[in-house]
């Protein structure tokens, strides 16, 4: 049976949808400004877990990222796009939901030209299981803490990708990672 193709929100420069088209239609040189999401899972010591990007991304290929990305599809919950895409990305179900940045936007063009042009809120959540990550979006996994992971961003920042690069501050200064904060 064919899979239906994934269609993607797009937005005007306000941010108010304007109309769908097709993923791979979307990400390229002159991607136009579209609805997806982060999210950054935690577990119960306050670890963040972040991906590396699989070597055959389009976009950010082998670079380390947040714990999951994604699209949500027309007229779909963010809360239950976000639940969709972290059980197809990491084969996990996850718990505590929140979003904690939900005004984030960015532009970022990667080194083969490929842009991302996205008003993407930014959520954590904690796992409810164990993760079973697809290999085709992940290339490999860590718990880490979140402060450590901030410095490593300063350190060696194109190893992580620019939303990461960019949400990552905001989120440590507004202890969105503090075990405190999920309850």
């Given at each position: 049976?064919?899979r239906?193709p994934?269609l993607?929100v797009?937005?005007?420069?306000?941010?108010?949808?304007i109309?769908?088209?097709?993923?791979?239609?979307?990400?390229?040189v002159?991607?136009?400004l579209?609805l997806a999401?982060?999210?950054?899972l935690l577990?119960d010591?306050?670890?963040?877990?972040v991906?590396?990007r699989?070597l055959?991304?389009?976009?950010?290929?082998?670079v380390w990222?947040?714990?999951f990305c994604?699209h949500?599809?027309p007229?779909?919950?963010?809360e239950?796009a976000?639940r969709?895409r972290?059980?197809?990305?990491?084969?996990?179900d996850?718990?505590?939901?929140?979003?904690?940045?939900?005004?984030?936007?960015?532009?970022?063009?990667?080194?083969?030209?490929?842009?991302e042009?996205?008003?993407?809120?930014?959520?954590t959540?904690t796992?409810a299981?164990?993760?079973h990550?697809e290999?085709?979006?992940?290339?490999?996994?860590e718990?880490?803490?979140?402060a450590?992971?901030?410095?490593?961003?300063?350190?060696?920042p194109?190893a992580?990708?620019?939303?990461?690069?960019?949400?990552?501050?905001s989120?440590?200064?507004g202890?969105?990672?503090a075990?405190a904060?999920?309850?």
């Amino acid at each position: 049976m064919a899979r239906d193709p994934e269609l993607l929100v797009l937005l005007d420069a306000d941010g108010v949808p304007i109309g769908t088209r097709e993923k791979s239609a979307v990400h390229g040189v002159d991607t136009p400004l579209h609805l997806a999401f982060s999210c950054y899972l935690l577990d119960d010591s306050g670890r963040l877990l972040v991906t590396r990007r699989a070597l055959s991304k389009q976009a950010w290929p082998g670079v380390w990222t947040n714990s999951f990305c994604g699209h949500p599809a027309p007229e779909e919950p963010m809360e239950d796009a976000v639940r969709r895409r972290a059980r197809y990305e990491l084969g996990a179900d996850i718990a505590e939901i929140r979003v904690r940045l939900p005004d984030f936007r960015y532009r970022a063009v990667d080194a083969s030209g490929i842009v991302e042009n996205e008003v993407c809120p930014v959520f954590t959540a904690t796992l409810a299981g164990d993760v079973h990550p697809e290999p085709s979006e992940v290339a490999e996994w860590e718990w880490v803490d979140p402060a450590r992971l901030l410095r490593a961003v300063e350190i060696t920042p194109f190893a992580f990708s620019p939303w990461l690069q960019q949400q990552l501050p905001s989120l440590v200064a507004g202890a969105a990672f503090a075990r405190a904060a999920l309850a």
